[in-house]
């Protein structure tokens, strides 16, 4: 029989680094908190102090995912009534970041080192600043603003399935895999116990996800300034400098660091979280612990995102097929042939050519 841990006791002791991240020992014997947190969130709603104290004497890691649920019947919620299934796309820069600062915030509160985990939360503060930026500079908080590709699912599988789909994963499982990613920060907080800081391989680890979002910075902006040129151009038949007219009637972006990867700013995405866990793995010493299971689900998403975004642009460019067989998807490809524009230049108007011929056959 599973017994819960002793009232007030919110973590486990911990008596080597391998048993931070252990699930039996750190989140097993916890797991009955989820179920009265509610009830003891409500009884004491009134009283701050009770509410202090509920909130400490908690694990984090049930209070944060207590949280992620709460989320779900607000998602789906707000996106059925409004029609727009974007609820969660809207914070998906932010909850990450509220997961980190939670765990600084409850470290402070029961007296542990927080070193460790302040770190990580430097790095989670640029990195929502980051996509929260480049959320709103492309109008993803204006009102009606939607992801494009919701429709279009629901145009293939129907209202009833797109429903379900809703339910059991846009306004549900997004949420919670939110929360889970950042779980190897909680393997951080627990080892502070034992070893306070990080060692140098650590350390310098944990400065580079910062060079990373670095990487996506630069990523996102060439993006933009490519497609405010090829808008410009659009508008005014003017190339813009920098540029080159089959760039622009090209209608994707083949300059700058997506010379040499299709999504460039994807790539250094997945690493960052991949790179998290690896840190987490590393203070505990445990390269496959429960932690991957956030890490695995984030890779999972862009696994099943990316194909559905690169095959509308299929359909949109008739040169992005040629683009997909020369340039990786994420990481460069040190063989092949590679991107030329001067080669493409001369071909590219062939292939736009048979497309057109293509679509005119089908259209007859």
Not at 7 to 19: D, Y
Not at 102 to 127: E, P
Request: charged share 15%; glycine share 6%.
């Amino acid at each position: 029989m599973l017994l819960p841990p002793v009232i007030g006791t919110a973590i486990p002791v911990v008596k080597t680094l391998s048993e931070c991240a252990s699930y039996s020992h750190t989140i097993e014997p916890y797991l009955p908190q989820l179920y009265s947190l509610p009830e003891q969130i409500w009884t004491h709603i009134t009283d701050p102090v009770a509410l202090r104290n509920v909130y400490v004497a908690t694990n984090p890691v049930i209070s944060g995912l207590a949280f992620s649920i709460a989320l779900f019947p607000i998602f789906l919620v707000v996106s059925e009534v409004n029609r727009n299934w974007s609820q969660v796309d809207r914070v998906w820069s932010i909850l990450p970041t509220l997961y980190h600062i939670h765990y600084a915030v409850w470290g402070r509160m029961s007296g542990l080192n927080t070193d460790k985990v302040d770190k990580i939360l430097l790095f989670s503060l640029l990195w929502t600043t980051r996509l929260t930026y480049n959320y709103w500079r492309r109008g993803g908080y204006q009102i009606g603003s939607e992801d494009y590709r919701w429709n279009l699912i629901k145009g293939w599988i129907g209202t009833p399935a797109f429903f379900v789909l809703n339910v059991l994963f846009t306004s549900s499982i997004q949420s919670v895999l939110l929360f889970a990613v950042t779980t190897p920060t909680y393997l951080m907080l627990l080892s502070s116990r034992l070893e306070p800081n990080f060692t140098p391989l650590q350390l310098t680890l944990s400065r580079a996800l910062i060079p990373l979002i670095g990487l996506e910075w630069l990523a996102d902006g060439q993006q933009w300034a490519f497609h405010e040129a090829k808008a410009t151009y659009q508008k005014t038949a003017k190339v813009p400098q920098g540029y080159t007219r089959a760039q622009l009637e090209r209608g994707f972006n083949t300059t700058g660091m997506f010379k040499y990867s299709r999504h460039p700013n994807f790539a250094a995405e997945q690493s960052i979280w991949v790179l998290l866990y690896v840190i987490g793995a590393l203070v505990t010493g445990e390269w496959f612990n429960w932690t991957a299971f956030g890490m695995l689900q984030y890779l999972g998403v862009f696994a099943g995102s990316t194909p559905l975004t690169e095959w509308i642009s299929a359909g949109k460019y008739p040169e992005y097929k040629i683009y997909q067989k020369r340039v990786g998807k994420f990481l460069p490809w040190p063989f092949g042939k590679g991107w030329n524009e001067k080669e493409m230049e001369v071909l590219g108007p062939k292939v736009a050519e048979e497309a057109r011929k293509e679509k005119a056959k089908k259209g007859q």
